[in-house]
Each structure stands twice: as structure tokens, then as C-alpha cells.
């Protein structure tokens, strides 16, 4: 009982690391104006931060997740909102991943393109939407 109320606090832990993450990215974005050239050094250094911090509750949500399924369904789906819920936590990851393997070239060309605004935006409404969906799961 131990290792599963541990699992789940971990678990709870990356989503709280993923939204911290997410919408921090979007208040940068917002904030993008004359008073972001004065620091280009510190708001990248969020960025990048981050960007990892993305990546590390990703994985972490992944394996606690799975660890989790396991453990509680036996790897038996408990429905439709759950089934709903992996397919968009699978296409965040696919973000995550994406935006991580891309961030060097993107930094050696002079910064993101235009359109990665657009992906924290969609990141951030597929996480609010797999919280939601998990209320649905899991009552």
C-alpha cells in the first residue's frame, strides 16, 4: 500500500511539474515585448528550464502511469474517458519530445519559429483536457 499511495504522489507530482512547465512557456510568450530584450540570457535560461522540467515530468507521469495501470487494472482499460485520456497524453509527449529535440537547432538559427507559440497552447489544452478526463476515469 505504501509503494502504491507513493506511485500516485509521484505520479500527482509530474502533472503539478508539467503544469508549472506548460504554463510557464505561455507567460513568457505573453510577455514577449521591449522589456524581454534587456534579459535575453535569464529568459532563455527559463526557457530551457523549462523545457526539461517538461521532459522530466513527462517521463516521470509516464513511468508512475503505467506503474500504476499495472498495479490498479492489470493493464485492463476502465473505459472510454481512460482509452481518450492515453491518446492525448501520447500526442503530448509527441510535443514534448518534439520541442525538446528541436530546441538546439532552433537556438543555433536564431530562436523558435513563429508557430511554437501555437504548440505551447495546444501542450496546454491537451494537459488541462487529460485532467479532466481523468475525473471522468477515475471518479
Known amino acids: 500500500m505504501i509503494l502504491f499511495s507513493l506511485l500516485k504522489t509521484l505520479h500527482v507530482l509530474a502533472l503539478m511539474f508539467g503544469s508549472a512547465a506548460s ?13 524581454d530584450l534587456a534579459a535575453p540570457g535569464f529568459t532563455n535560461m527559463l526557457r530551457k528550464l523549462y523545457r526539461l522540467t517538461a521532459l522530466g515530468a513527462i517521463g516521470l507521469f509516464w513511468i508512475t502511469g503505467v506503474a500504476l495501470f499495472l498495479w490498479e ?3 485492463q482499460s476502465p473505459g472510454t ?3 481518450l ?3 492525448l ?8 519530445v518534439f ?8 537556438a543555433r538559427r536564431g530562436g ?4 511554437l507559440s501555437a504548440v505551447h497552447w495546444i501542450a496546454a489544452l491537451l494537459l488541462i483536457a487529460n485532467v479532466v478526463l481523468a475525473g471522468f476515469a477515475f471518479g
Open 23 to 35: 504554463l510557464g512557456n505561455i507567460y513568457l510568450m505573453l510577455a514577449k515585448g521591449p522589456h
Open 73 to 75: 487494472y492489470e493493464f
Open 81 to 83: 474517458a481512460f482509452t
Open 85 to 87: 485520456k492515453i491518446l
Open 89 to 96: 497524453v501520447i500526442l503530448l509527449s509527441a510535443i514534448v
Open 99 to 106: 520541442v525538446n529535440l528541436m530546441a538546439p537547432s532552433w
Open 112 to 115: 523558435p519559429p513563429d508557430y
